[in-house]
């Protein structure tokens, strides 16, 4: 159980264009889902929080107006970076909590999706 | 704050043992490990809840000092599958933020 689902894996754009990033947790509801960052060789950079039926937050230096996530759903959550550049080519990866409650809250991870901006 | 891990990189024969830590500067509710495959998303290994509480899955246990706020991940009798980089996880209200990561390579 718990599959969390990343759609696309991997994506090629022209700088400018917007890209949009969907993450799915497949067989349970996730009221939070996170979005991540990871660069090579480097660890996982927690982007925002995404709670559904309401605005993320976002974590400092993130900007949410490049940034776009949307939780229309108890299994949905997607990201669109709005006007890609070179610097935003990375590794995003979203992930999805178990409602099990307070500090034992597990988060399973979708397959990541490669950005490259060229 | 991001917890500190230690070593960065480990190099093993299969067969050796290895011992990861995870050090944090603010107090420690949950901890959290993954491991991470090349070019993979994390996989969750197991989690943490109390101090002094241990366990372990096969020949990989961890452990967890609330007072120190540390934890321990330890890699016994090393297989090949065992390769990738290893990631704790603390939890700070909702959010879940990762160490630096320490990666592991086991060689025949």
């Known amino acids: 159980g718990a599959v969390v689902s990343q759609h696309p894996s991997w994506v090629i754009c022209k700088s400018g264009t917007s890209v949009k990033i969907e993450c799915r947790s497949l067989?349970?509801?996730?009221?939070?889902m996170f979005w991540y960052r990871q660069f090579p060789k480097q660890s996982l950079m927690l982007m925002a929080t995404s709670n559904e039926g309401s605005k993320a937050t976002y974590e400092q230096g993130v900007e949410k107006d490049k940034f776009l996530i949307n939780h229309a759903s108890l299994t949905l959550s997607t990201l669109t970076v709005t006007s890609a550049h070179p610097e935003d080519s990375s590794f995003y990866i979203c992930?999805?909590?178990?409602?099990?409650?307070?500090?034992?809250?597990?988060?399973?991870f979708g397959p990541g999706t490669r950005l490259t901006v060229l | 704050q991001q917890p500190v891990q230690s070593p960065q990189a480990v190099i093993l024969r299969e067969g050796e043992d290895a011992v990861i830590n995870c050090s944090s500067s603010k107090a420690l509710y949950s901890v959290h490990w993954y491991r991470q495959k090349h070019g993979e998303a994390p996989v969750f290994l197991m989690i943490l809840l109390k101090g002094g509480e241990q366990k372990g899955h096969d020949k990989i246990s961890a452990s967890f000092n609330e007072k120190k706020q540390q934890s321990s991940l330890y890699l016994t009798a090393s297989q090949l599958s065992y390769s990738g980089t290893y990631f704790c996880g603390t939890r700070h209200t909702d959010k879940l933020i990762f160490g630096t990561g320490t990666r592991l390579q086991v060689f025949p």
């Open positions: 067989d349970f509801q996730a009221t939070t």
């Open positions: 992930s999805a909590q178990t409602p099990a409650g307070g500090s034992t809250d597990t988060q399973y």
